[in-house]
């Protein structure tokens, strides 16, 4: 079972969190915070696994996380899960934030936190692994967004101007978080492709 | 229309929206907090418009405070809204704010069953998904309950998308609804076989989610898995598979043996990491699972290792770590195999990476031996000298105190070179774990008699040097090994040399600088010390150094006294006072020594940290008998306290270790006794404690196992453990030597000094003797204590309920509650429902049971228990034949190729489901005799006759069951209306309302327990034509008394949309609230429902004219009720009486009963025969009690209630119901 899906950034700020089990609100600031505090401390080219918090510790969890330029991608599991199929997996997931944001940088996470838990939903379910095949997560979440276009229809459309200019002056921060070239290497799963 | 929603629209864009929210939270950086209280202020007043636009906009806001640690669940109403609406956008945002807010305390969460329910029966995929998606989040053991069969009819949609989603989901009903388990695994079960990858991926991701907790009950699919994993080519399905199998094999080790073939075949041929590695994994399972005297076996191990290395030594950090991971669990079973890469391990601890150094320092635990233990600790010092981050070299440090005092001290061979390194690592700047080596140096010196003189000799050069330790208390954890210096200097003084010097070291003045509880030793140990020096002077006749003595004592000990520490400051004074006393006597030229030293005498041994848990009850003692009797439950007026004493007391009972009977005791008792005898640290049959005090004043009568002393005691100036592994081996050295020479000499005479436990120790490694002979005491236990050991289980373990037994066919009550359009679970009383749940599990966990009522039924259900018992052993035999059969029977698979068909064939047969299990057999018994030829088919046919058999008994024994039921009617307390075996016919509380060609509206009328004059009527809407009925609205003429709630603003002659359409064929519920006054009387209000028809021909507007009927029984709200508050309110004489009579009953008792439950909304509250009484509550507070007799074919109920209007009503509403039967 996965207990948490944490996202943050460099500087300990949250991008999404997503509890498989129940906390309290402070808990969970409390549990990224210490999570932050563990994963951040670490080198770069130091191994992906550690052992868990305290909070939301157990001997029995592990946090495997992956860096990505800003950002670091936390999953907290147990022993049930495979450590190198779980950095797979954040793996998958990563990449298909790349699909569907076309080049994401940590500015897409920060303003679509909804379509990034979106896309999750379709990967983890209620903690459990549900889908690891990139595509078919894509295609699903494609479907779906054509569903939400052709429900917004004509009253969508001034909404979507108004957000376009809304959008126009945006801070200017460097885009794409460079998945193509990444550092950590991926033990090869042949069959996730 | 179009041309409003694009208004609509306009006038919204200019709300904040998420981006603009994140936007304005990132320019307010300096006023974060300030901004967003405002945003959230802004969110309220958005909720509360009517646009469901501009409602899910604020729920998608929220959604993203409650990412940055906002509480949000004050909204959990308006997230319910949004979670409602028809469009799939806002309905996205609404399940995704509830997966992150809701949990099982949120109270609306009961109002979303119906919503989720009609979601997931969407024929929008993506409605349904999100729904299973959301639920998945905060699934609650109600709407697991609710839900479950709708879930389980998902499990078989025709898209793949919605099937997983649903197979998933499944784990988190079970977990909640543990009922749910057996009605639904034979369908699980089908799904490890669906065409579509995804969702047999899904299905091995439950059932090992299942099977990781309650292994046993899932060896029956062994076979089935293994086909799974000789087929598929999925790398994930494969890795839950294979870590499916090594929760397994430890049950059933010949599954292990049937394992390793094809898991080495997988370590040859993959490529992928992660599967070698859960290879491997697995087969370390396999291997310790199995008896280690496997000879064939060592070929695997030694695989393992291999691959292990192989991934140690890959430039991959977190191959290594895996590697190293692996590795720790080969060495508990085989650490000859591991040892062998000690090199590989010790260069590990140099890595850069932190993680990977812990987990080498955890192989090294394992690693050691009598032998390597001071090599590798050297070693650990160094990494120790060298360490930067004080986490780290923390760890090392509690690594080497773990690796030294690992299974009592068994691989310290010298005392004194421990000693020794611990006094090195108080050295150590800034560790927190200074009281691990006080407690350490404790123990050792507790504890190893022979070190005592060395370790008092260290001691009190720490003592003496503790400025250096003590140099900044606040911070420096470290001077708590003061704490333990100056206890084993004082306890053990007579070993002191220079005593004088340790008392000046331990008075001076900067003493008191240390933490309070230090100094209150070092105060009660300065006397000890004090005492003996007066002892030793008083012995040679020095008076004088004797006066002097007590006056440094007299001088120093005032800056105790005014101590902050109350302890110190109480001790201090306390012993001054004494100490002037004894100057005094001194004076007079008394002796006091032999008196002062007696304050200390005795000696102290340690007590196991269980001793007192394990003191064996008395026999005749009964901790659970009441010692007054306890206040009876009839007297006390409410009720709450009540309950909560229940629940406790039956928390308790759950505690008590299961009951062992004597033989199993004794028998344990041998066996320890056994191991004990085995175990050169352990003293033989002591006398008890308590009489070793009495009888003994000395140390000399513990008894120890004496050994001889080889090496000098005293090492002088501070130690150096570095000199002792010199000396060691000099010695071993010595040793070896003399042992050869003894070889020779036992060829004369068989009598040497050294043979000690040698035999004890199964000595894989060379015998070494250790430096000095050691009395390891042993903690002392009570007598006769209790050899358990499994005092640890938490007994709140989630997944023990969904320990079950999944091999049993499935008995006719099993199955998932199914919804019969009646939503009575909602809306009723929390006590309810529970009594609700009981019910329908059977189970005996009746916490809010009453105590008598438990001892009477407990009679009846141990009976029932016995029943089961017997037929799941039966099972359990069928169980164990089956795969028997596979494990025997299928060939062992030989290469790779082979092994995935052959055994396949095998599974195939009995991997079937299990309803077809019986046919099933029959099939593989022909197909046997097939194959093996006639010799054993007699004895199939044996086997057949006698299942034969055993269905016959079995129908006997339920046909039984019913004539037991139906004709004798046992005295007994019931507790609710539908009760028993016996079916009931379906019932359904819907009405109809109205119908047309159109339409059909049913409808129900239930009590709103949050308010006192509000009802909720549940109206089913049933499209009968083929068109498409849309923009339903419903409307009636309110009364003076009734009145139907309506939106704020709208008029009292506007009707109420219904908030969906229905396409032809097509039903669905909405509920409408309606306000009242007065309940005492039944009502009618007239209503209209308007809808517009639509289809190819057009559009045509259409009435219904309905008369809605409020019985007097729907505001009644089930409510339980003990027999005593019954007994109590019938007394109480408020209430008022009536009664009926109706002829011609021919219904049976139980059924009448339970329709006076089902339709009438009463409970029961005890049945003696065919006499019954009943309770319910109105929802304004009215009591209502019913007294129900059944005669020959009539039926007489006396009523008393609160008010004579409402119980004449009711009575008359029941009279017509009866009569009707």
Known sequence: MIKAILIFNNHGKPRLSKFYQRYSEDTQQQIIRETFHLVSKRDENVCNFLEGGLLIGGSDNKLIYRHYATLYFVFCVDSSESELGILDLIQVFVETLDKCFENVCELDLIFHVDKVHNILAEMVMGGMVLETNMNEIVTQIDAQNKLEKSEAGLAGAPARAVSAVKNMNLPEIPRNINIGDISIKVPNLPTFK | MALKMVKGSIDRMFDKNLQDLVRGIRNHKEDEAKYISQCIDEIKQELKQDNIAVKANAVCKLTYLQMLGYD?????????????????????????????????????????????????????????????????????????????????????????????????????VFLKYPESLRPAFPRLKEKLEDPDPGVQSAAVNVICELARRNPKNYLSLAPLFFKLMTSSTNNWVLIKIIKLFGALTPLEPRLGKKLIEPLTNLIHSTSAMSLLYECVNTVIAVLISLSSGMPNHSASIQLCVQKLRILIEDSDQNLKYLGLLAMSKILKTHPKSVQSHKDLILQCLDDKDESIRLRALDLLYGMVSKKNLMEIVKKLMIHVDKAEGTTYRDELLTKIIDICSQSNYQYITNFEWYISILVELTRLEGTRHGHLIAAQMLDVAIRVKAIRKFAVSQMAMLLDNAHLLASNTQRNGICEVLYAAAWICGEFSEHLEEANQTLEAMLRPKVTTLPGHIQAVYVQNMVKLYASILQQKEQAGDKEAAQEITQLMIERLPQFVQSADLEVQERASCILQLIKYIQKLQAKEVPVAEEVIALFAGELNPVAPKAQKKVPVPEGLDLDAWINEPPSDSESEDEKPKTIFHEEEQRHSRHRQPEIDEEELARRREARKQEQANNPFYIKSSPSPQKRYQDTPGVEHIPVVQIDLSVPLKVPGMPMSDQYVKLEEERRHKQKLEKDKKKKKQKKEKRGKHHRHNSLHTESEEDIAPAHHVDIITEEMPENALPSDEDDKDPNDPYKALDIDLDKPLADSEKLPVQRHRNVETLKSPDSEAALVEKKSKKPKKKEKKHKEKERDKGKKKEKEKKVVEEEEEEEEKKGEDLDFWLSTAPAPAPAPQAQSEPALGAAVVAEPQEVKKEEREERDDEEEEDEGKQKSSKHKKKKHKKEKEEKSKDKKKSKKKSHHSEEEPPESVQNGTLEDEPLPPMSSYRLLAENPFIKMTYDIQGNLQNDSQVTVSVIFENKSTSFLKSMELNVLDSLNTKMLRPEGSSVHDGIPVPFQLPPGISNEAQFVFTLQSIIMAQKLKGTLSFIVKNDEGS???????????????????????????????????????????????????????????HHHFSVVERVDSCASMYSRSIQGHHVCLLVKKGENSVSIDGKCNDSTLLSNLLDEMKETLSKC
């Not at chain 2, 329910?117 to 998904?129: A, E, I, M, V």
């Not at chain 2, 505001?1115 to 339980?1120: A, K, R, S, V």
Request: with cysteine; glycine share 4%; aromatic share 10%.
């Open chain 2, 72 to 172: 949000i669940s004050w909204a959990a109403f308006n997230i319910i809204e949004v979670m409602s609406a028809s469009k799939f956008t806002f309905k996205r945002i609404g399940y995704l704010a509830a997966s992150q807010c809701f949990h099982e305390g949120t109270d609306v969460i009961m109002l979303t069953t119906n919503q989720i329910r009609k979601d997931l029966s969407s024929p929008n995929q993506y409605d349904t998904g999100v729904a299973l998606t959301g639920l998945s989040c905060f699934v609650t053991p109600d709407l697991a309950r609710d839900l479950a069969n709708d879930i389980m009819t998902l499990m078989s949609h025709t898209k793949p998308y919605i099937r997983k989603k649903a197979v998933l989901i499944m784990y988190k």
């Open chain 2, 1100 to 1158: 045509t507007h259409e009435k219904l004219d309905f008369k809605l009927h409020f019985s007097c029984a729907s505001y009644l709200i089930t409510t339980p009720c003990y027999s005593d508050a019954f007994a109590k309110l019938l007394e109480s004489g408020d209430l008022h009486m009536s009664s009926i009579k109706v002829d011609g009953i021919s219904i049976s008792f139980q059924h009448l009963l339970a329709k006076i439950c089902f």
